[in-house]
């Protein structure tokens, strides 16, 4: 039985680093009795969206002022080298790339890891999820998420059915979603601008490799 009370940081880092040397977690790396802690921040925007793509063609989330930090502790004590791998994000309506939606690195000596670059993968979500080890850390991260890659239409692949789903919404109010508002432009209408954007993304897929 593990006690906090007689447990030091250094035996607390051991029991973590056992954790991690097997297979991928399905609940997060902290020994019972040792309350996991996780802080995320969102910085320097705060709120916004970030527009992904298969492949990686999308915005990057320090282009566009939303870096994502996710720092973790386990009693306490940071986490080090949790593997970039298991931390995660996701929503429902994405559908990600093999690797696409992992933090760029494993844990630092504090126990943080971020999110700078780009998210491969469809879809559109309000917000998104954090996980850590397979696990639900933190809800509702006030990072929305869209795709010029959108449902029904060949998930994992850019192509002429969405170029279609975006034609009949170009210039037209009654259609405007922020799902089609690639360059964040808002209401009235989705524009040129969104256009523009998706002709960089055309062509894109999941059998790229995610950078």
């Known amino acids: 039985m593990f006690s906090r009370k007689h447990t030091s940081g250094a035996a607390v880092a051991l029991l973590i680093a056992a954790c991690w040397s097997g297979s991928a977690q399905a609940q997060p790396p902290c020994p019972a009795g040792f309350p996991l802690g996780v802080a995320t921040l969102v910085a320097p925007r705060g709120a916004g969206t970030l527009t992904i793509a298969p492949g990686g063609r999308g915005e990057t989330f320090v282009g566009t002022g939303l870096g994502l930090t996710v720092c973790i502790t386990c009693g306490g ?84 059915g969405d170029l279609a789903g975006l034609a009949i919404r170009l210039g037209n109010p009654a259609l405007f979603a922020p799902c089609w508002d690639f360059n964040e432009s808002g209401p009235p209408t989705i524009d040129a601008g969104d256009l523009a954007f998706f002709a960089t993304t055309l062509g894109a897929s999941c059998q790229a490799i995610c950078p």
């Open 77 to 160: 004590v940071p986490l080090v080298g949790v593997p970039a791998g298991a931390i995660t994000v996701d929503a429902p309506g994405l559908l990600w790339c093999p690797g696409g939606n992992t933090a760029d690195t494993g844990t630092n000596a504090a126990g943080c890891a971020t999110f700078t670059g780009t998210l491969c993968g469809s879809g559109c979500a309000p917000a998104l999820n954090v996980f850590v080890g397979g696990a639900l850390v933190a809800a509702g991260v006030p990072i929305a998420v869209n795709s010029p890659d959108l449902p029904p239409n060949s998930p994992g692949f850019v192509d002429a």
